[in-house]
C-alpha cells in the first residue's frame, strides 16, 4: 500500500499553475513571508544558496544530512515544529511527509494548526471525527475571512488528518486581536477580547525584538507607527499560541504547523511553548530553492522546490475524496 502522501500527489501537483506574481507583504504577521525571488545580491550569512531542492541541512553546522536521520530525530522528541512559506505548495507537501511519518511510528500523533483560531476548536472536532465535509468546514471555520490563503494547499493534511482521526488544534488567538494591539496596544482590547489573552506575555528577549524591528521598519503601514505597540502584538501572538499548545499537549507527541517567522530562531512559539511545557522538541525550517536561511534557523533546514504561488482568496470547493 503506498503511503498516503504519494496517493495525494497528483492533486498536490493539480494546485501549482502558474499564476500571476503576487507580492505578499505580510505586514503584521510572524508569517514574515520573505519574496525569495526579489533577493537583490548574494547573502554571505545564506547557507541554501545554489543547493539543489531535496536537501537537508543541519541547522547547527549547515552540514547536509539524509532524510532518515532527520525523522530518526524528530521520532524521540514530544513537539515538533515545521514552518512554512504560507503560498507554498512544497511547503505543505513537506508537512504531510513530516505528519505521515511520525504518525506512522508513534501510532498517532496530533497536529497543530496555526491556520485556525482556539474558538474554532469545536468545528475541527467536528472536521477530524468525519462530522463535516469540506464545504461545511470553510464556511463554519470562516476560512476565506481569517485565513485567506488557497484551502487547495492545506487540504491534503486536513484529509489526512480526518481520514487517520488524528487529534485537530486551532492554535492562534482570534485573528482581529493581534491587529488591534499592533494600532493601539494591548490596554485598547475590550473586556471580552481581553479573556483569549495567554497569561504570560514575554516581551523581553532581545533577538526577538531585534527581528520583529527589522520587519517593522521595512514595512510600516499607517495606523501602525508605534513600535511598543507592534512588538506587543506579536509577542501576544507567540505567546497565544504557545499557551495554545501547552494547554492540549497530552500523552502523544505534536507536529506544529507555524509559518517560519514563527519559528525562526526558537524565539518565537518553540522556546515559549517548552517553557510552559518541559517538553523537548525539534524545529524545521523549510525554505525554497534559492531562498534565504541561516544558521540557526531551524535545527533542521529543508530546501524544496520553488512552487507558483496561487492567488489569495481563491479556491475550487471539491468533494472530499474516499
Not at 36 to 42: C, E, L, V
Not at 275 to 301: K, N
Request: charged share 20%.
Amino acid at each position: 500500500m503506498r503511503p498516503f502522501s504519494e496517493s495525494l500527489k497528483p492533486r498536490l501537483g493539480a494546485i501549482q499553475c502558474p499564476v500571476t506574481l503576487i507580492v505578499l507583504v505580510m505586514v503584521f504577521s510572524g508569517c514574515a513571508w520573505k519574496a525569495d525571488s526579489m533577493r537583490p545580491s548574494k547573502d554571505p550569512g545564506n547557507i541554501v544558496d545554489d543547493l539543489e531542492p531535496g536537501t537537508i541541512l543541519s541547522g547547527q553546522t549547515g552540514q547536509p544530512l539524509s532524510i532518515e536521520t532527520l525523522m530518526a530525530d524528530l521520532k524521540t522528541v514530544t513537539l515538533v515544529f515545521v514552518g512554512e512559506s504560507h503560498p507554498s505548495s512544497a511547503h505543505h507537501a513537506v508537512q504531510l511527509r513530516i505528519i505521515e511519518a511520525l504518525n506512522r511510528h508513534h501510532q498517532g500523533v496530533a497536529v497543530a494548526l496555526e491556520m485556525f483560531s482556539a474558538p474554532y476548536q469545536p468545528v475541527l472536532e467536528k472536521w477530524r471525527n468525519g462530522g463535516l465535509d469540506e464545504p461545511a468546514l470553510l464556511q463554519k471555520s470562516h476560512w476565506y475571512a481569517n485565513w485567506r490563503f488557497p484551502f487547495e494547499l492545506y487540504r491534503d493534511i486536513l484529509i489526512y488528518v480526518q481520514y487517520h482521526r488524528l487529534p485537530l488544534y486551532g492554535i492562534n488567538v482570534p485573528f482581529h486581536i493581534p491587529a488591534k494591539i499592533a494600532i493601539g496596544g494591548i490596554d485598547s482590547l475590550l473586556p471580552d477580547e481581553r479573556t483569549w489573552l495567554p497569561k504570560e506575555i514575554d516581551t523581553t528577549n532581545t533577538a526577538h525584538r531585534e527581528y520583529v524591528q527589522k520587519i517593522f521598519q521595512n514595512h510600516q503601514i499607517k495606523g501602525r507607527e508605534d513600535f511598543e505597540h507592534f512588538y506587543e502584538a506579536q509577542c501576544v501572538w507567540e505567546d497565544g499560541m504557545a499557551s495554545a499548545i501547552a494547554a492540549n499537549l497530552a500523552d502523544r507527541p505534536m507536529v506544529v504547523l507555524a509559518g517560519n517567522g514563527h519559528i525562526v530562531q526558537k524565539f518565537g512559539i518553540p522556546d515559549r511553548a517548552a517553557r510552559r511545557t518541559g517538553a523537548d522538541y525539534r524545529t524545521v525550517y523549510l525554505v525554497d530553492a534559492g531562498g534565504r536561511a541561516r544558521l540557526g534557523d531551524g535545527d533542521y533546514i529543508w530546501i524544496t522546490e520553488r512552487t507558483a504561488h496561487p492567488v489569495m482568496g481563491k479556491a475550487t470547493l471539491k468533494k472530499k475524496q474516499d
